[in-house]
């Protein structure tokens, strides 16, 4: 499903990603751990593609991503894959169904298709009184949760998710875990977090430790 090969990345004359190779099977659920600077969220960001690798390849479902051109590599990300941001990454002025409607807006679908489908998502989500709010009236679970459907707008095939429970009290930690749990069984994605939560790590298949660049 997803193959890192020989991945490097640095920043001027620091590297911090040294040769990561990885594989992540379909309808896995993988967590990167380690501690802060050791190139999990540079990791993740490759694999979404939102960064390029000083050098490697990243295959998603046999495709090399970053043989692409960056107009095709915007689409491709569109469609396949899903983020979950620890603050969220909502916009302040739209509401929660506006939010999550913003990747079907991307890639030009019509409202009377795309509409039906943010609100389907936010009822199954726990959300349905809910949709006309904006983030700042929103709690923080009520928010991740805005995310997730966002994430699973255009049931993609990989959702990556970044310190997800970061922000979050105990109560929503524990109901973002049962979330993602729930989100592998009904839709079937491939999920990698990054985090530091070694609760949100034990609902994983396979944790991954990243020291100093590397996979260990």
Not at 33 to 62: C, F, M, N, W, Y
Request: proline fraction near 3%; charge should be neutral.
């Amino acid at each position: 499903m997803i193959e890192v090969k020989d991945i490097w990345k640095s920043f001027g004359t620091l590297e911090v990603l040294k040769g990561v190779n990885l594989e992540v099977r379909r309808g896995e659920i993988v967590a990167i751990v380690g501690k802060s600077g050791a190139g999990k969220t540079t990791l993740l960001q490759i694999i979404g593609t939102l960064d390029r690798p000083t050098r490697g390849r990243v295959l998603i479902e046999g495709t090399d991503v970053f043989a692409m051109k960056d107009k095709e590599l915007a689409a491709f990300r569109n469609r396949h894959i899903g983020f979950i941001f620890q603050f969220h990454q909502l916009l302040p002025e739209f509401t929660a169904l506006e939010n999550v409607c913003i990747p079907a807006m991307i890639a030009r679908e019509k409202e009377t298709e795309y509409k039906p489908r943010a609100e389907k998502l936010l009822r199954e989500l726990g959300l349905s009184d809910r949709m006309g709010h904006k983030p700042n009236e929103l709690s923080g679970g009520e928010k991740q949760r805005v995310a997730a459907a966002r994430a699973l707008m255009m049931n993609p095939d990989i959702i990556l998710a970044d310190e997800p429970t970061g922000s979050l009290d105990e109560k929503n930690k524990k109901e973002l875990s049962e979330l993602l749990l729930k989100l592998r069984k009904e839709y079937g994605q491939t999920i990698l977090l990054v985090t530091h939560d070694k609760e949100l790590a034990a609902i994983a298949d396979r944790v991954i430790e990243i020291i100093d660049g590397a996979v260990k």
